[in-house]
């Protein structure tokens, strides 16, 4: 059976224009869905990294142990070797690591620090601690006076210190820190230790790091300048350096077990892939379980990291970020299917005739079949070629796994059409004779249909129930969960199907009762097509699926919005704490208040003390919480006047209740309620009673980012009458100058919304997904109107051929494109408002499946954000093609002779 290839030659040649818009389909699909799956594995690779990076200290990976004991008979003693055993512990480290793990971490710095001494000095919160660093050799520093720490003066050798004896430990100090503390060499530094006992800390030396970005300063940034933390309790950090000489003199100075050395490994971003990130993350699980607990006693290592934990989380969402590319590919899939599907029905309208005569002449359906079969295989190969190697172009390889449903509707559709329309077309057998007969072919045909129907209702079910139950767990397979809001889309395309019949003879009935023959002879011929479906399925899933994933991507956005809001607290944040050496007091947040007040565009300003790790006891429980005191009034006006959540009770923070101070109480577990009766407990002051009178907002810089942790918020002036000052380290600003006015402050550090913005928008992830869905949405919407158009393709000669009657019987030319505009605007105006409703119910369906909450940032999931605007113009837009098409097809028709279309019969 060898094929006829004049017939095939022919064929392709008459309906060129359908085969380059089959081609077409196929290589735009097949370039989207062969790359977005290999990108979103790139930007999975860059999201580990990006993790990693933004984890900073937290992915590091420590090592400690005990020292051998120093007890004498008589007292301890010192031993000169110490900085030797550092050393060695940090070779023996490096030795205990697994390959994996040794491959991605940086060389070992190791560390001793000691316990965190308190500075004496009542105006200001400061706290010193000394270190020593090495990693085969000390960092390089340029001493700018004194010298390099020495032993002790008393100090010769082993030698046995008596127990209970005050020892002196020498360090140096960064120019920074001298200047803060105002010392010079040869000064003590007054400290005691958290029982108020005084130690004995001598300055050496004022020293430049040669090399600040070395990373043996890592472990102890604030040996080079005073940190004020991120905890924002307002306390700075100092710190001295410790040499060789002087580290046995530090263990000396505390406790036997105050000072243990550490070996810090800190991960290196650029050496992680996703593959790179299991192998690490299990290694790391495994290192930690094999390892001694930090108690315990002996030289064993304690190994502890969160790199695991890090790793772990950044892998739930790439899974997740996984199903949701899934969700919209298998979308743009579907559609694209249905699509060719449309193409192939309007080839085999156009060659019925063709097909019949080569039925006549002989020819058997076998060998039709393989002829149409060879031509749109050839089509479908040649397109996913081009769009294979397009997405070759943008990628390392292709995902072939999601081309291969577009390649096989393109090259099996028409065939198989073509091959059922030929054999109907010719078929001999007589039509029923008696009318039971003919009922049951036809009820056989519509059972058929049924079956079709309530088989992808059944399915589209199913999804929606495991969606529900299982959520986008990748480990519980995605196929059926992610492919739920496509078969929603389908499912509600066949309902709309179903009703458009209906619809329509009940316009018709409408339409008989008027006194415009152009609208009746229009809703005729849309009540004598409503019965082929595959048009308004198209339609109707193409913006449906559109519209779902323009309101996913509006709640993401606008997630990310109220993330960056509840992080910064207002337009903008200021930071005063992150000034170092600050002299924290009430009139430090006073100087720049003014400035950005008197800036333009600036509608609020909010001076507030925030501070973190402040105790709450209540009844049951003692609470570690952040204390916010704030001016209530001023705070409640400027959150009135954002979209932050949450209202301050006008008046009843300023004035106290009873003994007690009003507070407001916000906590995540539930400890913290209205109504109760709190103390705020202070370190060597007696505590503060306090009242919940209600309920805190989301307080900005109060709240973790992505949702408001334990709050308790009071105002500032009734807290400073109860006896406990407020000094101010944080300034909100909002207004439309807020930004520029808080970044030119020239005091802190500003913290502006629109950054937040940038950076949660600029994570791999993110960006990758909002890409995705917008390359989704433009390709949905192209094959919604390019459905719209084969719809109207293949019906257009019947059209067109009864309008060319009807002027004969005298309708007027102009009036031949009302006619065909209301043959095809029922069904496009029903499916195009109905399809962008069918989305924001698929959205608010699969809203918390999918979680969003990766992507946003939140604690909690997002408000439905539908943009009504977008949603509205998609109908718009199909009614504008409508006109346009009905324009083109009229210009192309108006020079038909009507005689020719007397003379042409109903086929």
Request: proline letters at 8%; one cysteine or more.
């Amino acid at each position: 059976m060898r094929p006829h290839w004049p017939s095939v030659r022919g064929r392709a040649r008459a309906d060129r224009g359908a085969l380059l818009l089959c081609a077409a389909v196929v290589a735009l699909v097949t370039a989207l869905a062969g790359a977005a799956p290999v990108l979103l594995a790139g930007i999975a690779d860059d999201a580990v990294r990006d993790a990693v990076l933004r984890a900073g200290d937290d992915a590091d990976v420590t090592a400690t142990t005990r020292w051998e004991p120093d007890a004498g008979p008589k007292g301890r003693f010192r031993a000169p070797g110490l900085a030797d055993d550092v050393d060695v512990l940090r070779l023996r480290a490096l030795g205990e690591l697994e390959p994996a793990l040794r491959a991605v971490l940086a060389p070992p710095v190791a560390s001793v620090v000691s316990p965190t001494l308190r500075v004496v000095r009542e105006d200001r919160a400061r706290t010193f601690r000394m270190a020593y660093l090495t990693a085969g050799g000390e960092p390089a520093v340029t001493w700018l006076a004194g010298g390099a720490p020495g032993p002790a003066v008393a100090a010769q050798g082993d030698a046995e210190v008596p127990y209970q004896t005050a020892w002196l430990v020498r360090v140096g100090v960064s120019e920074s820190t001298a200047a803060a503390l105002g010392v010079r060499p040869g000064d003590r530094i007054p400290l005691t230790d958290e029982r108020g006992a005084p130690k004995l800390v001598e300055v050496s030396g004022v020293f430049r790091a040669t090399d600040r970005a070395d990373p043996r300063w890592r472990p102890a940034p604030w040996l080079l300048e005073p940190d004020p933390g991120t905890d924002r309790t307002r306390t700075v950090r100092l710190g001295g350096l410790l040499s060789r000489d002087s580290l046995p003199d530090a263990r000396l100075a505390f406790d036997a077990d105050e000072l243990r050395p550490t070996v810090t490994l800190a991960p290196r971003p650029e050496a992680f892939t996703l593959d790179v990130g299991h192998t690490v993350g299990a290694a790391a699980v495994a290192l930690e379980a094999g390892s001694a607990a930090p108690s315990a006693p002996g030289t064993r290592l304690a190994w502890n990291t969160r790199l695991d934990t890090v790793l772990h989380d950044v892998a739930g969402d790439i899974e997740a970020a996984s199903v949701q590319m899934s969700v919209l590919l298998t979308g743009v899939v579907a559609v694209a299917v249905l699509v060719l599907t449309l193409v192939a029905d309007l080839l085999v309208s156009r060659r019925v005739p063709a097909l019949v005569l080569a039925r006549h002449r002989g020819a058997a359906l076998p060998a039709l079949g393989a002829e149409l079969l060879l031509e749109s295989a050839v089509t479908a190969a040649v397109a996913a070629a081009a769009g294979l190697a397009a997405a070759r172009a943008v990628g390392p390889a292709v995902a072939w796994a999601w081309t291969v449903p577009v390649v096989l509707a393109a090259a099996v559709g028409p065939p198989v059409l073509g091959v059922r329309a030929a054999g109907r077309a010719t078929d001999d057998r007589p039509a029923p004779a008696n009318r039971a007969a003919g009922q049951f072919t036809a009820s056989t045909g519509h059972l058929r249909r049924l079956v079709l129907e309530g088989t992808v209702l059944t399915v589209a079910a199913a999804a929606f129930v495991a969606l529900r139950q299982r959520g986008v767990d990748p480990g519980g397979g995605t196929a059926l969960p992610a492919s739920a809001p496509t078969l929603g889309a389908l499912a509600g395309g066949l309902l709309l199907a179903r009703l458009l019949p209906p619809g329509t003879r009940l316009l018709l009935r409408q339409a008989l009762r008027s006194r415009h023959p152009v609208a009746v002879f229009g809703v005729a011929r849309a009540a004598s097509t409503a019965g082929r479906g595959l048009p308004v399925v198209t339609l109707a899933a193409a913006a449906a699926l559109a519209s779902f994933v323009l309101t996913v991507g509006a709640t993401v956005e606008a997630g990310i919005r109220d993330t960056a809001w509840r992080t910064v607290g207002a337009d903008a944040r200021l930071d005063l704490g992150a000034d170092a050496g600050v002299d924290f007091s009430a009139a430090t947040a006073d100087g720049p208040a003014r400035r950005i007040a008197a800036a333009p565009g600036v509608r609020h300003v909010v001076t507030a003390q925030v501070s973190d790790a402040v105790q709450v006891a209540t009844a049951e429980v003692v609470v570690t919480t952040r204390l916010v005191a704030v001016d209530a009034d001023g705070y409640g006006r400027m959150l009135a006047d954002t979209p932050l959540p949450g209202t301050l009770p006008a008046g009843r923070l300023a004035a106290p209740a009873g003994d007690a101070v009003p507070a407001l109480v916000r906590s995540a577990d539930g400890s913290l309620r209205p109504g109760m009766r709190l103390e705020l407990r202070r370190a060597g002051q007696p505590p503060i009673p306090l009242v919940a009178v209600g309920a805190a907002p989301a307080v900005g810089a109060a709240s973790t980012v992505g949702g408001p942790g334990d709050v308790v918020l009071v105002d500032a002036a009734t807290l400073t009458a109860a006896g406990m000052p407020v000094a101010p380290n944080t300034i909100w600003v909002s207004g439309p100058g807020a930004e520029r006015a808080a970044a030119g402050a020239g005091a802190g550090h500003a913290v502006l919304r629109t950054g937040v913005v940038r950076s949660l928008h600029g994570a791999p992830l993110v960006s990758g997904l909002l890409n995705l869905a917008a390359a989704s949405v433009l390709t949905l919407v192209a094959l919604g109107l390019l459905g719209l158009a084969l719809g109207a393709a293949v019906q257009a000669p019947q059209r067109w051929l009864t309008i060319s009657r009807l002027r004969t019987l005298g309708l007027r030319p102009r009036d031949a494109g009302r006619v065909a505009a209301g043959e095809l605007l029922p069904a496009v105006a029903f499916a195009g408002l109905t399809g962008p409703l069918l989305g924001v119910l698929l959205a608010g369906a699969t809203l918390r499946p999918l979680s969003l909450p990766r992507v946003t940032g939140q604690a909690t999931d997002p408000v439905l954000t539908p943009p009504w605007l977008l949603l509205g113009g998609l109908p718009l837009l199909f009614l504008v093609t409508v006109a346009v098409g009905v324009g083109v097809e009229s210009a192309r028709r108006r020079r038909g002779r009507l005689a020719a279309a007397l003379r042409i019969g109903e086929r």
